[in-house]
């Protein structure tokens, strides 16, 4: 239980990270997003923009040399991360060694299996444009480098996901088809099922549509059913509700926060 | 000198100004006048005079008028208090400047019985109406101007306790200080007391009268002055411009120690005041105690460095209406902010904690708190906190908590 002295630091133009779609305004922004989403800052993270931000910006042009030293110097990238991490007095020693030890866990890990937990993190917050491109990557590696068949359906079950909330169903339902191929996933036949009750301009392919039992289509419709339900309690929908419950001024002024907060979202969901 | 280190006494009754270094001064009664068939104004005995051969209209207790926010109708036209006393200081600064052919103000020290909130800020409107920075403008109380005399007179004469009558029209005031003598810092511990004995100055031109008071100021001096060790008395104030009637007091006062008639003790103090103001190392390195000033310190527990430590963000000594800060914290696992006051005796700290409720919930550290602090007098600190959020990652909200803090 703490307070923890902020430096002043003069921000003028924030440091954007693209992966989130947010800017960064303090050493401290900076240390959580790179202790936090440490898959998202591995590679080429500390660029030259990085470089600049710290040393124009944070006013820290002593360490920024450093940095820049270092990395010249051909020092891990790792490494760099953990310098900022340590220098920006926002988590302590012990926490600066968890996070090395994580990194090196994700060094570990194949190329395949560190760019699909990267695509996943992104699916978590909701990036799934950026998602989608690396699974993509990952599936058009050489099939020895790719992994196992029960992995690659990972793989595809995971794009078909993050395609259907892109609303490309069609794409979505490929990705699923493809994924069922690999290892014939009931789970995987019930979202092809899903997706084709949810959206009737998606037809699966002819084996599918045989495949989908009566019973199985019955499930999906009572699922869809209490989803549909839950839906209409969603918070959001309260809130909107309650924002239209306000006078006409302060529902104006509400719409465009959220209708701009809306723009924000969809704009990193599709990037 | 390229410009003026400015030291004004304001009274109901009177104001004296002086300035650094000069020895001339004014000491002009507070009353403004304005001229019945023009947009002329007049201050002080020409104020009087304007107004005793009819031509003009006179308005005085000005502070007061202030202070009540009160107004005064001058050939039909009604002016606010506030107005009056810009246009007094307006004419009370061109004496000096006048005289000295300058036209920068360096610093304005303005030094008063009491000093309190409205004033303050009464005051720094007008320094902005007359075109003066604020950075450049610094109210005191008596007590502190006081201090400042004292201590630019040579050591004999602060040794031990020093002592201040002040008898002006309005009101009977004694002042008294010690200096402390610590391992760390010097320490100037300074009190005043209102005398309930205060009289009419007008008594002093009868010989009864001038008796009477001459009993009364003796009283004074036996009932202040006993049992302690003093190195000097000093008297101010138009009362004492004369003291042919305190033939028996001055026994008293001149007893053991000296005594000094110094009509612009206040105004003088004020100027030394400025003076330090614009020292980079300040000739007068003490903690002051007294009115006007804080007599705690407070501080806050935070982390730096992964040390924990104590910022100061007010410190006992400080002048109340300048002790303003802020500073940007960030909020690890607690719901509250804690400050510690420490009194003049550390016996007495205490721990002053203030709930952040109404904070929306984060992560930890992801809260990034502004906390403003200010004083409404030397004994009520206010304090407001911000969520300022976490940038983009976690937006702030409009979540404000305003509390008062009594130390």
Redesign the interface.
């Known amino acids: 239980m703490s307070l923890i002295l902020c430096r002043q630091e003069p921000v003028k133009r924030p440091f954007y990270f693209e992966y989130l779609g947010v800017r960064i305004f303090s050493s401290q922004e900076l240390c959580y997003v790179i202790y936090n989403h440490p898959l998202l800052v591995l590679d080429g993270f500390v660029d030259e923009s990085l470089l600049e931000f710290i040393r124009e910006d944070l006013d820290m042009a002593f360490f920024a040399a450093k940095l820049e030293k270092w990395q010249k110097s051909g020092e891990e990238e790792d490494e760099l991360l953990a310098m900022i991490l340590h220098e920006c007095d926002y988590y302590s020693a012990t926490e600066v060694g968890r996070f090395r030890q994580q990194l090196a866990a994700f060094r570990r890990l194949s190329q395949s299996e560190l760019l699909k937990q990267k695509a996943d993190f992104l699916f978590q917050k909701n990036q799934y444009g950026k998602a989608v491109s690396i699974y993509i990557r990952i599936l058009d590696m050489a099939r020895a480098d790719r992994g196992s068949d029960s992995f690659t359906a990972k793989v595809y079950h995971n794009l078909g996901a993050a395609y259907a909330r892109l609303f490309l169903m069609d794409k979505a339902c490929k990705a699923y088809e493809k994924s069922y191929d690999l290892v014939n996933n009931e789970e995987v036949l019930k979202k092809i099922c899903h997706l084709s009750q949810w959206n009737p301009s998606v037809t699966p392919g002819e084996r599918f549509l045989s495949l989908m039992t009566e019973e199985l289509k019955e499930v999906c419709k009572e699922e869809r059913a209490v989803a549909n339900e839950n839906a209409g309690k969603a918070k959001s929908l309260l809130e909107l509700e309650n924002l239209f419950q306000k006078d006409p001024i302060k529902r104006f002024q509400g719409a465009g926060e959220l209708v701009s907060k809306w723009k924000k979202e969809y704009r990193n969901i599709m990037s | 000198m390229d410009g003026l280190i400015i030291g004004l006494d304001l009274c109901d009754a009177y104001t004296r100004i002086c300035c650094h270094d000069r020895e001339k001064s004014w000491s002009i009664p507070t009353v403004i006048c304005k001229k019945k068939d023009e947009e002329a104004w007049y201050i002080g005995e020409e104020a009087y005079a304007y107004t005793l051969v009819g031509e003009g209209i006179i308005v005085d207790k000005l502070i007061k008028m202030v202070r009540k926010d009160g107004t005064a109708t001058l050939g039909g036209t009604k002016y606010e208090g506030l107005d009056l006393l810009k246009l007094f200081l307006k004419k009370i600064i061109k004496l000096p400047m006048e005289e000295f052919f300058c036209e920068e103000i360096k610093e304005l020290v303005i030094t008063m019985q009491k000093v309190d909130t409205k004033l303050m800020d009464a005051l720094m409107y007008c320094a902005d109406s007359l075109g003066i920075e604020r950075e450049k403008v610094h109210i005191i109380s008596h007590t502190e101007s006081f201090v400042y005399y004292v201590l630019s007179q040579k050591k004999e004469v602060w040794g031990n306790q020093v002592g201040v009558f002040d008898l002006s029209e309005d009101s009977f005031h004694y002042h008294e200080l010690k200096v402390q003598r610590g391992l760390r810092k010097m320490m100037v511990i300074a009190e005043h007391e209102a005398l309930e004995e205060s009289f009419n100055l007008d008594i002093l031109d009868t010989p009864s009268g001038g008796k009477l008071a001459d009993k009364i100021l003796s009283s004074c001096a036996d009932r202040l002055l006993q049992k302690k060790l003093f190195s000097s008395v000093f008297l101010t104030g138009k009362g004492f411009e004369r003291h042919d009637w305190a033939k028996d007091s001055m026994k008293v006062l001149c007893s053991r120690k000296k005594v000094y008639m110094e009509p612009e003790l206040f105004a003088r103090g004020a100027a030394f005041k400025g003076m330090d103001y614009l020292q980079d190392n300040s000739a007068y390195p003490f903690i002051c105690i007294c009115d006007g000033h804080l007599h705690s310190t407070v501080s ?7 040390r ?1 430590s104590q ?1 100061v963000v007010a410190a006992a000594g400080d002048n109340w209406y300048e002790a303003k800060s802020s ?8 719901d509250y ?1 804690e400050f510690m006051v420490t009194p003049m005796d550390p016996k007495q700290k205490r721990l002053v904690k203030i709930g952040l409720e109404g904070f929306p919930n984060r992560p930890d ?2 809260t ?2 502004g906390i403003s602090f200010g004083f409404l007098d030397e004994r009520t600190m206010a304090v407001v906190l911000k969520d300022k959020g ?4 976690f937006p702030a909200t409009d979540t404000v908590i305003r509390q008062e803090v009594m130390l």
């Open positions: 806050l527990r935070v982390l730096h460095k992964e924990e910022l500073v940007d914290l960030i909020v690890d696992k607690q902010v550290r992801t990034r708190l976490f940038g983009e990652l």
